[in-house]
């Protein structure tokens, strides 16, 4: 079955850039049913979608996010990744990467997320 | 964006009980063309990931039992345990996929036992 498990580091320092990738197995990541998304999870708070990309590149981004984020997709690698530019202690959170359904339709199609990573907890400090 | 708005935060029931959370939508999740509630429900344990419960509103994931089920339409849904076992124990969250993104969560119920 499909596993997504995730990597990178858990201590960033302000105004640095957070990376983190997650490894898919058990499945393709260029399947045309789905794309590969990233949320969060702030301490104690609830879950924010940050972004999204499908195999062939295309993304979607949070608008609260979109000038910081970068998300991409490395088919070779059956793996995607996040980048999160000048992070401050607000991007604090625990990150997670997942799978989904479709992200452009009104209404979207299979837009619940299954799986997903294991998390990274991630703390801004320096 | 749709807020979505979850009550209560935190509920206590008794094992064997019944356990009730409610999700509100800040406009209408069913699409009538298809009369589909464009709903989720998930459990997160402590120190694990979000685990997908249902989706459709109604529709349990493969392998969740059948004491969970959703119901509701349009703005108003809920999320029902027929008979609380220990390891419910957990925070739920719906989610809407209707709208364009984001994709938003409410803000979680906190489950315990009494």
């Not at chain 2, 529709?59 to 969740?64: C, K, Q």
Request: aromatic letters at 12%; glycine letters at 8%; a positive charge.
């Amino acid at each position: 079955h499909l596993q997504l498990q995730q990597s990178g580091p858990g201590l960033v320092k302000p105004s640095d850039t957070l990376s983190l990738t997650c490894s898919v197995s058990g499945g393709s990541i260029s399947s045309s049913s789905f794309y590969w998304g990233w949320l969060r999870q702030p301490p104690g708070r609830s879950l924010e979608w940050l972004g999204s990309v499908f195999y062939t590149g295309t993304t979607s981004y949070n608008q609260s996010l979109e000038s910081r984020l970068t998300i991409s997709i490395d088919t070779s690698k059956n793996q995607f990744s996040l980048r999160l530019n000048s992070v401050t202690a607000a991007d604090t959170a625990i990150y997670y990467c997942s799978r989904h359904g479709d992200i452009v339709a009104v209404p979207a199609e299979s837009g619940w997320f299954d799986p997903w990573g294991q998390g990274t907890s991630v703390t801004v400090s320096s | 964006d749709i807020v979505m708005t979850q009550s209560p935060d935190s509920l206590s029931v008794s094992l064997g009980e019944r356990a009730t959370i409610n999700c509100k939508s800040s406009q209408s999740l069913l699409y009538r063309s298809n009369n589909k509630n464009y709903l989720a429900w998930y459990q997160q344990k402590p120190g694990q990931p979000p685990k997908l419960l249902i989706y459709w509103a109604s529709t349990r994931e493969s392998g969740v039992p059948d004491r969970f089920s959703g119901g509701g339409s349009g703005t108003d849904f809920t999320l029902t345990i027929s008979s609380l076992r220990a390891e419910d124990v957990a925070v739920y969250y719906c989610q809407q996929y209707y709208s364009r993104p984001p994709r938003t969560f409410g803000q979680g119920t906190k489950l315990e036992i009494k």
